[in-house]
């Protein structure tokens, strides 16, 4: 009888303990579910586009009641609408003419485009070299670092004594400019593979080569648009400090004669030109990154 009774409890307290086990694992199901419908429900963020035209909208009027009201002198701050007249003074001639913004436009855009080219190429390049080999890092990178250190307006009018005043010297210094963030990321990021990955290619007898195309590099491609969102500023703005020391045409050209008149509104009008431009080159970088490295967090959100 007793042994009855022992197996009953025992019976019991077992039945007891499943149906505590079955609630909490229920419980914890539920719990992950109304997680993920929170996450799938959860409010999206105001738009950046948005945002962006509201903050510029802010600025243009803070802008205009401070000419107006505090009478700031035209020389120092010129007001939105003579911004836009120079603006559109610019913009409103035929795309060939000399007195628009178009051409001289497109020789800052073309040099810059070009340097930027050739500086993070060779930068990739070296930068791989550099990942590869103990011999190469140590023999290249104090160099650079000591290049980098340089300010660039003291280079930039040696450049410009080497190559003259034409294009040469725009692209050397855009290219400078554009070399050292390509070289770095480019480094940093094929060092940062982790080593189970390539022991796993050495295993399957895989060559360095197809180590490094199959590895190394998609694991880089993060680090290195990140070098090219800022490479490619840099070289713009390469292009625009070789055409301050006297280039023959370029948006730097048209900032100068401005400056040389007291055109205020003319320096603003080139500046926000340059701004575009740049928006524009950042936003071509970026959408190229999500297309080729889709899978990181950054360009999932």
């Not at 003419?97 to 390049?125: D, E, K, R």
């Not at 926000?272 to 999500?290: F, P, T």
């Amino acid at each position: 009888m007793n042994t009855i009774l022992s197996q009953s409890a025992a019976n019991s307290a077992s039945s007891a303990l499943s149906m505590a086990q079955g609630r909490d694992a229920a419980s914890s199901t539920l719990k992950k579910a109304d997680s993920s419908e929170f996450r799938r429900r959860k409010p999206k963020g105001v738009n950046g586009p948005l945002i962006t035209t509201l903050g510029l909208i802010v600025i243009i009027i803070a802008w205009d009641l401070s000419v107006r009201f505090l009478h700031v002198p035209k020389y120092i701050l010129p007001s939105p609408e003579a911004v836009a007249y120079a603006l559109w003074s610019g913009l409103a001639v035929s795309i060939t003419s000399p007195v628009g913004f178009y051409v001289p436009l497109w020789s800052t855009f073309s040099n810059a485009a070009i340097g930027f080219f050739f500086g993070t190429a060779a930068g990739l390049v070296l930068g791989s070299l550099m990942a590869e080999s103990r011999t190469v890092e140590k023999l290249v990178m104090p160099y650079a670092f000591a290049l980098q250190s340089l300010p660039k307006v003291a280079i930039a009018p040696l450049v410009v004594i080497w190559l003259g005043f034409g294009d040469g010297s725009k692209v050397a210094i855009a290219a400078l400019l554009a070399f050292f963030p390509i070289l770095i990321n480019s480094f940093t990021g094929l060092r940062s593979v982790e080593p189970e990955r390539i022991d796993l290619m050495k295993s399957l007898s895989a060559s360095a080569f197809e180590t490094y195309r199959l590895v190394k590099l998609p694991n880089a491609a993060p680090y290195i648009f990140a070098g090219l969102d800022m490479a490619v500023v840099y070289a713009l703005l390469g292009t625009i400090v070789a055409e301050f020391l006297g280039a023959q045409e370029g948006m730097g050209v048209v900032i100068t004669q401005a400056q040389a008149v007291t055109d205020v509104a003319g320096v603003f009008a080139a500046l926000i030109i340059l701004g575009a431009m740049g928006i524009a080159l950042h936003a071509l970088v970026h959408g190229v990154e999500k297309r080729v490295v889709h899978w990181t967090e950054r360009n999932k959100n």
